[in-house]
Antibody
Framework: QVQLVQSGAEVKKPGASVKVSCKASGYTFTDYHMHWVRQAPGQGLEWMGL????????IYAPKFQGRVTMTSDPFTSTVYMEVSGLTPADMAVYYCTREGVESYRFDSWGQGTLVTVSS | QSALTQPAWVSGSPGQSITISCTGS?????????VSWYQHHPGKAPKLMIY???RRPSGVSHRFAGSKSGNTASLTISGLQAEDEADYYCNSYTNIYTYVFGTGTKVTV
């Protein structure tokens, strides 16, 4: 069955970077784009951006442009999302979620990765 | 890229119907029929409930229905059940492969 398995919780200091992984299985990796969504404590879901199924092109929400980098390794069916210059406002659960090419919907989600930012 | 507007809280009794609104603009909900809805129980991964405004994925109960009028999309849950208690988020494609979520609605039964 389709599975998106994310890396474990992270604790980082302000100013540091964090890299979260999302390993896909149960489907053809290159048939789906991968998006990243986060939820800060007490807040709603926030779309961060996506990496296209081809693995090269990325699009980021304006808020994250320049601070977030998404990469993909089709050989291991794994997508990575790195956030640099962490602040307490980046403390959140980060989810990866897939979108079938041109399907405009997120039909399977990772379990989430909690990133704590604290000095 | 402002979040779509949803009511913070909607409640209903078991068996009743409730409707959650999702208001956007002529840049997102109003121009694209690419609205989806997600159910989110705390501590779990969100679940796709509706896509393309009114389509249901296989396995999702027929009690969930979506619609759209102008810049506002809606999710109706009929025959409310205790298991429907969760947070619900709408999402819309905006342009050039960007998306925006709604502010979220807590449903209590």
């Amino acid at each position: 069955q389709v599975q998106l398995v994310q890396s474990g919780a992270e604790v980082k200091k302000p100013g540091a970077s964090v890299k979260v992984s999302c390993k896909a299985s149960g489907y053809t990796f290159t048939d789906y784009h991968m998006h990243w969504v986060r939820q800060a404590p007490g807040q709603g879901l926030e779309w961060m951006g996506l990496i296209f199924s081809s693995g090269g092109r990325t699009i980021y929400a304006p808020k994250f442009q320049g601070r977030v980098t998404m990469t993909s390794d089709p050989f291991t069916s794994t997508v990575y999302m790195e956030v640099s210059g962490l602040t307490p406002a980046d403390m959140a659960v980060y989810y990866c979620t897939r979108e079938g090419v041109e399907s405009y919907r997120f039909d399977s989600w990772g379990q989430g990765t909690l990133v704590t930012v604290s000095s | 890229q402002s979040a779509l507007t949803q009511p913070a809280w909607v409640s209903g009794s078991p068996g009743q119907s409730i409707t959650i609104s999702c208001t956007g603009s002529s840049s997102d909900v109003g121009v694209y029929d690419r609205v989806s809805w997600y159910q989110h129980h705390p501590g779990k991964a969100p679940k796709l409930m509706i896509y393309d405004v009114s389509r249901r994925p296989s396995g999702v109960s027929h009690r969930f229905a979506g619609s759209k009028s102008g810049n506002t999309a809606s999710l109706t849950i009929s025959g409310l059940q205790a298991e429907d208690e969760a947070d619900y988020y709408c999402n819309s494609y905006t342009n050039i492969y960007t998306y925006v979520f709604g502010t979220g609605t807590k449903v209590t039964v």
